[in-house]
């Protein structure tokens, strides 16, 4: 990919993954990364398993950096294929070889055969958290499905399995020796796993698409050591069978269509299906330690692009009482609403604030921390709409199982906070990830029986894996997080289900880093997991992304949604950094004086092209590539409405997206091909001096959706 296109993408002159290799036995696919790593387990074109991995983890959990020293693929026809993959964990003493072999009926099993062997040597002694084969499962035919488990500890008794429908925040299944479950519409995977003991974990606390049955066990001691000298050799079986022959000869013609295009049902405004929910109401972030009033006085630019924001209604701020200036962030934040809310000759508007506080671990410290908040707002002439109090230790994570931090609870700050802001909703939850509400869920009444108006918790697309498949992948998860907040977490509070979901941060970088410590630097933006800037918050992938997350409230109630910031790490204006570049976009905003224009990134024209409707549900006959978000808007030239048809390629291939004839209107679009163009100019979808490139559409047609394009249809 050419440097430039590679920018427009992902912000980044990184370039992607490399495809990976597709090998084939029946109706067996697999695909094989150059790292080794196996992809999209298929059969019959219907996916059983997302991934298979060898990783080695630090101490602190991270993945150790590999180099491939030898690789060798040999395919024998239709029913055998075999990989040979030899690579070295870098300045570790630590080798290993893979073997990955497919066989088809007849051979190993009795059914299709899929086998991964590994072999890992140390020539010195290796600390390490984890060290083996780790299995994801995907999502569809996976959640909520029957399975049979046999245990190591019980090697001849086969046991009742059921995968979670709702996110399990412990292990849902210890000491697997095998395991298998059957897929629609008919597929039998058995699983069996020898050289180590595993167990499964749910990865939707993560927003990872997948659970996971990795090794070795995490009630075993961690850190460990391998020992100079120790070998470690570790094995998955995989044998798939059809149920009948007739499951397998339909399986068999499925499998030979996929290498061709099969028709995809047009978008038609007869399948449009209007809804009651709104969306979701959209918030700003805003740290102290982001000093946006410092970047406002470097770029005054900066002031009236905001004000093209309208969809925009609150401001959150987020404090940490124990480490940052109170007063200082609470001066921003009105400052930043005040510049928000337009004025200075132009028209006004409303723009809530929020408040997020991180406050001590002990409550008469917490108390006076609230109350120089309180000062502070008052000072400043805000009025909080909401408040959310958190104690410091709890923006760490713990296993279910404890130990648990024995200060101040999180129910206790929020009853402190609904004493000292008796005019704010009070929210509970936390700020880290599902992962850390679903393990340490809220309980009511608070300890002053004051009420509770909404739940809380962030999300991150680059906790475990940030890879771009993987960001993209993790759409599918959140309506896997809305539905157990919805249906299993907030029903267990007696609250008369009157309780607000907010999502106090949801993009693809984190907020704070749960695992503990700070986020991690990325001098080389590259793709990086929980990077505190990730360069695809400047390239087109955000903006993709962006549409797909929005997408997925379309059936699910979510009241508010923190989706970036004006500057920043989430930021959708450009700053200058000190400790990294910004490639094309440093040397853009050079050309410009500060008083006149500043750079913009791509995301920042959807927001501001956004109108806060009802959504308008379509069908999607293409869930994972393509997103689609129906809004009901004013029509443009005034008097009655239209639809607002966001369309967003959420991968990096070329895609026809056909419209039936009953479509007519105009189609505007952002893609790699005028990113330097938009990044220059304040309207693009939007206002009397749009750029975006015009498509009138009469009687149907095409749209064609380039890498990570965005369209915006109006009808």
């Known amino acids: ?226 020992a100079a000298g120790e070998t470690i050799k570790q094995e998955i079986l995989v044998e798939i069978t059809p149920v009948s022959k007739e499951t397998n000869q339909q399986l068999t013609a499925r499998t030979a269509q996929q290498g061709g295009r099969p028709a995809i049902q047009p978008l038609s405004m007869q399948h449009r299906s209007p809804t009651s929910l709104r969306l979701p109401k959209l918030a700003f972030a805003l740290q102290p330690n982001w000093d946006w009033q410092q970047a406002a006085t470097n770029n005054p630019a900066i002031i009236p692009l905001l004000q093209h924001l309208s969809v925009i209604e609150e401001v959150v701020v987020r404090i940490n009482c124990c480490t940052e200036n109170i007063a200082d962030g609470i001066s921003q934040c009105a400052h930043l609403v005040s510049k928000l809310a337009g004025g200075e000759g132009g028209p006004t508007r409303v723009v809530s604030v929020g408040v997020e506080v991180i406050v001590a671990n002990d409550g008469s410290k917490a108390r006076d921390q609230l109350l120089t908040v309180a000062e502070a707002c008052k000072a400043n002439g805000v009025s909080p709409a909401n408040v959310f109090a958190l104690p410091l230790d709890f923006l760490k994570s713990y296993q279910p199982e404890g130990p648990w931090p024995t200060g101040l609870s999180p129910e206790k700050a929020a009853a402190l906070a609904a004493d000292i802001f008796p005019n704010a909703e009070i929210g509970l939850g936390m700020l880290g990830n599902f992962t850390e509400l679903n393990r340490c869920q809220p309980r009511l009444p608070l300890p002053n029986k ?49 309780l607000k979901y907010n999502l106090c941060s949801c993009t693809i970088s984190p907020r704070c880093n749960p695992a503990g410590g700070s986020l991690v630097k990325n001098p080389q933006q590259i793709r990086l997991c929980m990077a505190e800037y990730d360069p695809r918050q400047r390239g087109l992938f955000c903006c993709a992304w962006l549409i797909g997350m929005l997408a997925t409230t379309v059936n699910n109630s979510v009241n508010r949604i923190t989706i970036g910031a004006p500057t920043g790490p989430i930021g959708v204006l450009h700053t200058h950094h000190d400790d990294f570049q910004q490639p094309d976009l440093d040397h853009l905003a050079a050309g410009h004086s500060s008083h006149v224009m500043t750079i913009v990134y791509p995301v920042y024209h959807i927001i501001a092209a956004l109108y806060p409707g009802n959504i308008v549900s379509f069908p999607n006959p293409l869930e994972g590539k393509v997103a689609i978000l129906g809004l009901q808007c004013p029509a443009p030239n005034g008097g009655g409405t239209c639809v607002n048809i966001w369309i967003a390629n959420l991968t990096t291939e070329t895609i026809a997206f056909p419209l039936a004839k009953d479509v007519v209107g105009v189609a505007r679009y952002l893609d790699a091909e005028h990113f330097r163009e938009a990044v220059n100019t304040a309207e693009w979808f939007v206002g009397p001096n749009s750029k975006a490139p015009i498509i009138k559409i009469q009687n149907g047609g095409q749209l064609t959706l380039t890498a990570h394009a965005v369209f915006l249809l109006v009808v």
């Open 1 to 226: 990919m050419e440097k430039h296109q590679c920018v427009a993408l992902f912000g980044t002159t990184e370039q992607p993954a490399s495809a990976p290799k597709r090998c084939k036995v029946e109706n067996l696919t697999v695909e094989v990364t150059e790292a080794g790593a196996l992809r999209n387990v298929q059969y019959g074109g219907i996916e059983l398993i997302r991934g298979v991995d060898f990783l080695v983890r630090d101490e602190c959990w991270g993945t150790m950096k590999t180099s491939t020293t030898n690789s060798s693929w040999m395919v024998g026809g239709e029913d055998h294929f075999q990989i040979r993959h030899e690579a070295e964990v870098d300045d570790t003493g630590l080798s290993y070889k893979l073997k990955i072999e497919g066989e088809a009926v007849g051979g190993r099993c009795g059914g299709v055969c899929l086998t991964i062997e590994a072999e890992a040597e140390a020539t010195k002694d290796l600390i390490t958290n984890r060290l083996g084969f780790v299995v994801l499962h995907p999502l569809a035919g996976v959640v909520g499905a029957k399975a049979k488990v046999i245990h190591a500890s019980q090697p001849n008794v086969e046991k009742d399995f059921q995968f979670p429908s709702y996110i399990s925040p412990s292990q849902p299944e210890f000491d697997i020796q095998e395991l298998g479950w059957t897929v629609n519409p008919g597929i039998k995977v058995q699983l069996s796993f020898t050289g180590e003991v595993f167990e499964m974990e749910d990865q939707r606390n993560w927003a990872d698409a997948s659970l996971k049955t990795y090794c070795r066990p995490l009630s075993k001691p961690r850190p460990y050591k391998i």
């Open 450 to 498: 004051k009420p509770v108006h909404f739940i809380t918790h962030g999300i991150t697309s680059i906790q475990h894996d940030a890879s771009d498949s993987a960001v993209m992948q993790t759409l599918e998860t959140l309506p896997h997080i809305y539905n157990s907040v919805h249906n299993n977490i907030i029903p267990k509070l007696d609250a008369g289900g009157k």
